[in-house]
């Protein structure tokens, strides 16, 4: 196993009652990377991003997180190494009851216990200036349009400087524009801080300018792994399909 893996899925399979969502997937993302996962409704994407956070565990293979097989962690391990990640799911799941401000700066004050309240500010003021909300630490969730509550998720995501970031449809819910604002801070964190992505997404436009690596899931299979460039050259039906949606 190289250091440079951040990620790595083995042979991995998951079944729900009698269907097989996952049937032996294999990929590997190395750090620094932007995966972006494709596909139809209902396909398992959404589980393959549990499956990296031990949400779910794999019925049958391995998932890699840098050197470690998570697949049979127990919660103390599983803690442990989420710890390394940020997760910014659909509903970018604020305290609704907390300020903006607030929502950022309980993660700190669980998880990096030696702060002061002074670094813990500096942090918060920190994220919420990398994502555009520093005029907006003293708002209610309620207070924020679509757009600037995925913003404040993604700094939220953020905070705790993650070696790997989680992220399911940034573009949900949101019109084109701001779709790709958040396209374009995805890749101003990219850039800036080396982070590693896995991104689940419908949208193929904002994939095509943000991704690294693609990966694309239909009937329970990988039918599709590599560049763009790399997806160009394969058949497969609903890669083309995909494809030709933009
Ligand atoms: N906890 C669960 N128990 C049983 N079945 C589940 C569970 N979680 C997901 N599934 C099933 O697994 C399949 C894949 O779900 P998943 O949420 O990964 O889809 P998806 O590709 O992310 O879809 P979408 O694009 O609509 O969000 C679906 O058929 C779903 O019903």
Same mark, same amino acid.
């Given at each position: 196993m190289?250091?440079?893996?951040?990620?790595?899925?083995?042979?991995?399979s998951?079944?729900f @009652?009698?269907?097989?969502?996952l049937k032996?997937?294999?990929?590997?993302?190395?750090?620094?990377?932007?995966?972006?996962?494709?596909?139809?409704?209902?396909v398992? $994407?959404s589980?393959?991003l549990?499956?990296?956070?031990?949400? /779910?565990?794999?019925? $049958?293979g391995?998932?890699?997180i840098?050197?470690?097989d998570?697949?049979?962690?127990n919660e103390?391990?599983? +803690?442990?190494?989420?710890r390394?990640?940020?997760?910014?799911?659909q +509903? *970018?799941?604020?305290?609704?009851s907390?300020?903006v401000?607030?929502?950022?700066?309980?993660?700190?004050?669980?998880?990096a216990?030696? $702060?002061?309240q002074?670094?813990?500010?500096?942090?918060?003021?920190?994220?919420? @200036?990398?994502?555009?909300?520093?005029?907006?630490?003293?708002?209610?969730?309620?207070?924020?349009?679509g757009?600037?509550?995925?913003?404040?998720?993604?700094? @939220?995501?953020?905070?705790?400087?993650?070696?790997?970031l989680?992220?399911?449809e940034? %573009? +949900?819910g949101?019109?084109?524009?701001?779709?790709s604002?958040?396209?374009d801070?995805?890749l %101003?964190?990219?850039?800036?801080?080396?982070?590693?992505?896995v991104?689940?997404?419908?949208?193929?436009r904002?994939?095509r300018k943000?991704a690294?690596?693609?990966?694309v899931?239909?009937g329970?299979a990988?039918v599709?792994?590599?560049?763009f *460039?790399?997806?160009?050259?394969?058949?497969?039906?609903?890669?083309r399909?995909? /494809?030709?949606?933009?």
């Amino acid at each position: 196993m190289s250091d440079s893996i951040a990620v790595e899925f083995c042979n991995v399979s998951k079944r729900f @009652r009698d269907r097989d969502v996952l049937k032996d997937i294999s990929f590997q993302i190395a750090r620094g990377e932007v995966l972006c996962i494709l596909g139809r409704s209902g396909v398992g $994407k959404s589980i393959t991003l549990k499956l990296m956070i031990g949400l /779910l565990q794999a019925d $049958k293979g391995e998932v890699r997180i840098g050197s470690e097989d998570i697949s049979h962690f127990n919660e103390d391990n599983l +803690s442990r190494i989420r710890r390394k990640m940020g997760f910014l799911f659909q +509903s *970018a799941a604020l305290f609704d009851s907390f300020s903006v401000g607030d929502n950022l700066a309980l993660p700190l004050k669980r998880l990096a216990k030696g $702060k002061s309240q002074d670094e813990v500010n500096q942090e918060v003021d920190e994220a919420l @200036r990398q994502v555009g909300l520093e005029q907006d630490k003293a708002k209610m969730p309620a207070e924020l349009s679509g757009g600037m509550r995925k913003r404040a998720g993604l700094a @939220r995501a953020m905070v705790l400087n993650p070696q790997i970031l989680l992220i399911d449809e940034p %573009a +949900s819910g949101l019109d084109p524009i701001t779709a790709s604002e958040i396209d374009d801070l995805l890749l %101003a964190v990219k850039k800036q801080r080396n982070t590693t992505m896995v991104i689940v997404t419908h949208d193929i436009r904002g994939a095509r300018k943000i991704a690294d690596k693609v990966a694309v899931i239909d009937g329970g299979a990988l039918v599709a792994f590599g560049s763009f *460039a790399d997806l160009e050259q394969n058949q497969n039906h609903t890669v083309r399909k995909l /494809l030709s949606e933009t």
